[in-house]
């Protein structure tokens, strides 16, 4: 194996406009963007990379900051999850919190949110893991 061919990376396709890429500063990728109009350049703001390869990285984008959103709720929950099940049986608890974090993992944002609602109001855990299995069920049918 060579050692010079080993340790290249492909070159990642720029995602933001030239006149951004030229200053270093943030481009939000709107066309044009949202620096470029402010600095009264909006004819000067063009991408090299197609549309749908600036869709694409936008899309991941976004998947990340709704990981994140989903990690920091998940933070949030843990201490009220552990306080509710500490109080069941070693068995049921375990199999409700087990439901109710699929549904937040799997889960649509809709029913997402419904859950953390309900969480916060301090519904007892395998009531609600009940009815995260039924909606799940019905989620899964439309």
């Known amino acids: 194996m060579d050692v010079g061919t080993s340790h290249r990376s492909k070159p990642r396709a720029s995602a933001s406009c030239h006149p ?3 200053r270093k500063v943030k ?3 709107m066309s044009p963007c949202e620096t470029c109009f402010t600095r009264g350049i909006q004819e000067e703001c063009k991408y090299s ?3 749908e390869d600036r869709q694409a990285i936008a899309q991941a984008e976004k998947i990340t900051e709704l990981r ?3 990690n920091r709720l998940r933070e949030l929950l843990a201490p009220h999850v552990a306080y509710r099940t500490s109080f069941d049986g070693p068995d049921e608890g375990t199999a409700a919190m087990e439901m109710v974090y699929s549904a937040l993992r799997l889960g649509s944002e809709n029913l997402v949110w ?3 609602g309900r969480i916060r109001d301090g519904e007892d855990l395998r009531d609600l893991a009940r009815d995260v ?3 799940r069920e019905l ?3 439309s």
């Open 20 to 22: 951004c890429r030229i």
């Open 27 to 29: 481009c939000n990728r």
């Open 49 to 51: 990379a197609p549309n």
């Open 68 to 70: 994140g959103k989903r």
């Open 114 to 116: 419904r859950t953390v």
């Open 133 to 135: 299995a039924r909606d």
């Open 139 to 141: 989620e899964d049918e």
